[in-house]
C-alpha cells in the first residue's frame, strides 16, 4: 500500500510506487521520443540505514534492462549502498549522505557519501558505453563540513565506501 504524505498531496502521482516501473519506463521512452540522447533517473528508494531491498533490486533491473534508462541514482537510506551494471547500464542504489544532521556516532554510516559521473561515449555505429567514477566523502561530525575521503584523508570511510560500492561487482573505480 502507498501512502501519499497528508502534507505533500501532490507527490500523489509521482512516487515511484506508484509510477510503477512500467510507467517509468513509459516516461524515459517518451523522453526519448522527444529527443533524449541519455535519460538518467532520480530514485527515492530504499530503507533508511539497510541494504539495498528487494524492491530497488526489481525496478533496477527491469528499468535497465528495458533500454530506455541508462543510469539510476538513488538515494534515501542515509548510508552508502552498492552499484551495480545491468545491462551495460549502472545503478547507484544510494551514495549514502553529503549534509545531514544525523550523528554518525548513533547512526553508524551517516556520515559517509560519494559523489558519482557517469561517463557516456557514443561509437561509430552510435552505440552508448558507459563508465562510471566516484569520489568517496566523509562529513566531519565536529565541523559539519563534508571532506574528500581518500587513502590518507578519511581512511576507513574511504575503505568502507569503496568496499560498499563494488559489493555487486560494479565496475565503477574511486575518483584518483
Excluded at 532520480?42 to 543510469?71: F, T
Excluded at 571532506?147 to 559489493?167: E, I, R
Amino acid at each position: 500500500m502507498v501512502i501519499t504524505p497528508r502534507d505533500a498531496p501532490w507527490l500523489k502521482d509521482n512516487l515511484y510506487a506508484v509510477r510503477t516501473p512500467e510507467g517509468i519506463e513509459a516516461d524515459a521512452a517518451e523522453a526519448r521520443k522527444q529527443g533524449a540522447d541519455i535519460v538518467v533517473v532520480s530514485m527515492h528508494w530504499g530503507i533508511e540505514y539497510k541494504p539495498v531491498s528487494a524492491e530497488q533490486k526489481k525496478y533496477a533491473d527491469a528499468l535497465l534492462r528495458s533500454g530506455q534508462v541508462d543510469w539510476i541514482i538513488g538515494n534515501h537510506p542515509h548510508i552508502v549502498q552498492p552499484c551495480q551494471k545491468i545491462d551495460g547500464r549502472y545503478v547507484s542504489y544510494a551514495l549514502g549522505n553529503l549534509f545531514s544532521g544525523q550523528q554518525a556516532a548513533y547512526l553508524p554510516g551517516t556520515a559517509d557519501g560519494a559523489y558519482a559521473s557517469v561517463t557516456f561515449t557514443r561509437d561509430a555505429d552510435g552505440k552508448i558505453s558507459q563508465s562510471m567514477t566516484y569520489q568517496p566523502t566523509y562529513q566531519d561530525q565536529k565541523t559539519r563540513v563534508v571532506q574528500l575521503a581518500t587513502p590518507s584523508q578519511n581512511p576507513a570511510s574511504y575503505a568502507k565506501t569503496t568496499a560498499t560500492m563494488g559489493a555487486f561487482g560494479c565496475d565503477a573505480k574511486p575518483a584518483s
